[in-house]
């Protein structure tokens, strides 16, 4: 489809094809709008690409009616393919049958799609911006990405649709419009489970046969299969299968049912939820009402909120700042006048940085009021300066795990598995490198970590023998204040002093010959793993038989691939062509993605060929 929905963009050797179509009055003539990149000729053929052909168009680069007398005997039921021959893309906008008597037949719709029964998301007719996933079970739809669905029978009407779907990422909404509609008739916001129906109601009364887009939007959205709900039903919201929890006795953090950017810290007696990360307790039974939470929570930054979500809504229906102890609680008021029974989803939600949160209550409506005690917040940290050498002995406001000073109180000797913390360590020139002067009387490892000791691993070190200056490459550039942890992750180390040097841009080597390929990718990213898109275009001026990408190791990793060969050449990954992409005509793209775990860099190197 074109972007504006309107037409369908052939490219060479493409087709449409229109099924089904009676011709049960004979035909005399087929009239085509259409225009070209360049010029073009569509044929009209019978049953299959290779079929019969009943037409032929000389099409040009300005839109317009094109008509072909046809000398073809035709009747009966057909498929009627319009395919592209030559060099160019074309643009096809409708096309009309003249009988033989000279009538014109409306093009039909073609075979109906029952709605009312589970549809599979991997049948629809048409994917923009969206894959079918390697399990072939279901198509991931990308940020602004749809997925058409034709000749739609809303015969019993329409009240609503089940849809099972989720994402990686909270925020994230499923949108449904009909036909050439430039808003959405209804949206869901998108959880992380499938395996549940999600009720998307829609503002329309919608009877006849229609075609309809699901759209992903501030997200990317994996979408199994959809339902629609005739108009004497009613989208029901119906909790999930499964026990419902006790919200007025403790319900521990960790046993949630999704954690999304959050993860269970090490002692598995809390979760630790990052900034803008959330935990979801799911059949949480409020038959005695609501008035606020009391959380168990502490966080080591001053201003972060913990925020608390009831199903669907964007908004928080509560919020609190949270303080630096554990083991007494903070609690959630509820605006006077809210009125929450019945079986829900809840959501609580870090803001303004990390949260480990150990468990919560809800208190029952008509709660007496709990005044809040004054909240300890963390205390504010002296910023640090990386570009000039800090000691590690004086590290402004410094926290230490498992580490002290040495005798000499001239550096910091950390144990086995313990850390020193530089917080609030403004980057504004960005970093390549740490410099690192540290000693071990064996053979030791230096890790540097962002925001935690199991943080994201920026880079590390072998350390061993007299204290001396290390250089440690930075796996990703960071950029504003961040909390720079070093940890030994074996060993007992001597920690001196360290400095960062300002981030430069890599150097890329040009390709010695340049083929007129070029390529370019989107990422999507989420908490263990990420996605790559690359589009490869034909740029040369003439049609290629083959191209390749090749991407070094040190950048990604592999673990899914769609729509390409996947080899290895020393530090490369080699990317080449299945047989049906491997031809492109100047100015014809073709894409193909990969998905890899853990977390990519903020740049990737790679040649076309």
């Known amino acids: 489809l074109a972007p504006n929905k309107q037409s369908v963009l052939i490219n060479k050797n493409g087709y449409a094809v229109a099924k089904n179509v009676d011709l049960s009055k004979g035909l005399s003539a087929i009239t085509v709008m259409a225009k070209g ?10 049953d299959k690409a290779d079929g019969e052909r009943i037409a032929m168009f000389m ?19 057909h498929d009627l393919y319009f395919v592209d021959t030559m060099d160019g893309s074309i643009t096809f906008d409708y096309w009309q049958a003249k009988a033989a008597d000279g009538t014109v037949v409306t093009p039909p719709v073609g075979d109906e799609v029952n709605p009312y029964n589970k549809v599979e998301a991997e049948n629809a007719n048409a994917l923009t911006d969206a894959k079918v996933t390697p399990n072939k079970q279901s198509v991931m739809i990308n940020e602004n990405g749809y997925i058409l669905v034709q000749n739609v029978d809303f015969s019993k009407g329409l009240s609503g649709f089940k849809v099972y779907a989720q994402s990686s990422k909270p925020g994230v909404k499923l949108n449904v419009y009909f036909d050439d509609a430039t808003t959405p008739a209804g949206t869901v916001n998108v959880g992380t489970d499938m395996t549940k129906a999600l009720d998307l109601n829609v503002s329309t009364d919608l009877t006849g046969t229609h075609y309809i887009y699901f759209e992903a939007a501030k997200g990317a959205v994996t979408l199994d299969a959809w339902q629609a709900v005739e108009k004497s039903g009613s989208v029901v919201v119906t909790p999930p299968v499964g026990q419902t929890v006790d919200p007025y006795n403790k319900v521990e953090a960790e046993n949630s049912n999704a954690l999304t950017n959050a993860m269970l810290s090490p002692n598995k007696q809390s979760v630790v939820i ?23 929570a502490q966080t080591n930054l001053p201003k972060v909120k913990l925020n608390v979500y009831i199903d669907d809504a964007t908004e928080p229906i509560g919020s609190v700042s949270v303080g630096i102890d554990m083991t007494k609680p903070v609690y959630i008021k509820l605006p006077a006048g809210t009125n929450v029974t019945g079986t829900h989803y809840i959501y609580f939600e870090a803001k303004g940085s990390s949260v480990t949160l150990d468990s919560w209550n809800a208190m029952p409506a008509g709660s007496t009021p709990i005044d809040q005690p004054p909240v300890v917040e963390p205390p504010v940290y002296e910023d640090i300066n990386p570009y000039n050498k800090v000691e590690a002995e004086s590290i402004p406001s410094a926290s230490y795990t498992n580490a002290m000073l040495t005798p000499s109180k001239q550096a910091v000797s950390i144990m086995n598995g313990g850390n020193v913390v530089a917080k609030n360590v403004v980057f504004s020139n960005g970093v390549s490198e740490f410099k690192v002067v540290a000693g071990s009387t064996a053979s030791a490892k230096l890790e540097v970590r962002l925001g935690s000791a199991t943080g994201t691993l920026l880079g590390s070190a072998t350390v061993s023998g007299d204290a001396k200056e290390l250089t440690i490459k930075s796996s990703q550039n960071l950029s504003g204040k961040k909390d720079i942890y070093f940890v030994s992750a074996n060993g007992v180390i001597s920690f001196d002093s360290w400095k960062v040097t300002e981030y430069k841009e890599p150097v890329v080597t040009p390709p010695v010959v340049e083929t007129g390929v070029k390529a370019s990718y989107k990422e999507n990213s989420w908490n263990d793993g990420y996605q790559l898109n690359f589009t490869v275009t034909n740029s040369s001026g003439k049609t290629i038989n083959s191209w ?19 080899s290895q050449e020393g530090d490369y990954y ?24 853990g977390q990519v860099g903020s740049t990737i190197n790679y040649t076309v060929e």
């Open 59 to 77: 099409v040009g680069t300005e839109a317009k009616e094109l008509n072909f007398n046809t000398t073809a005997s035709v009747t009966g039921t």
């Open 574 to 597: 080699v990317f080449t062509p299945m047989s049906y992409n491997s031809t492109l005509a100047n100015g014809q793209s073709t894409e193909f993605g990969m998905i890899g775990r």
């Open 548 to 566: 390749k990408v090749k991407v070094k190791k040190s950048d990604i990793n592999v673990s899914q691939s769609w729509c390409v060969n996947v």
């Open 37 to 46: 990149t360049a010029a073009s000729r569509l044929e009209v053929r019978l």
């Open 274 to 296: 990052s900034d803008n990360g959330y935990i979801l307790v799911q059949n949480v039974d409020f038959s005695k009402g609501l008035s606020g939470f009391g959380v168990f």
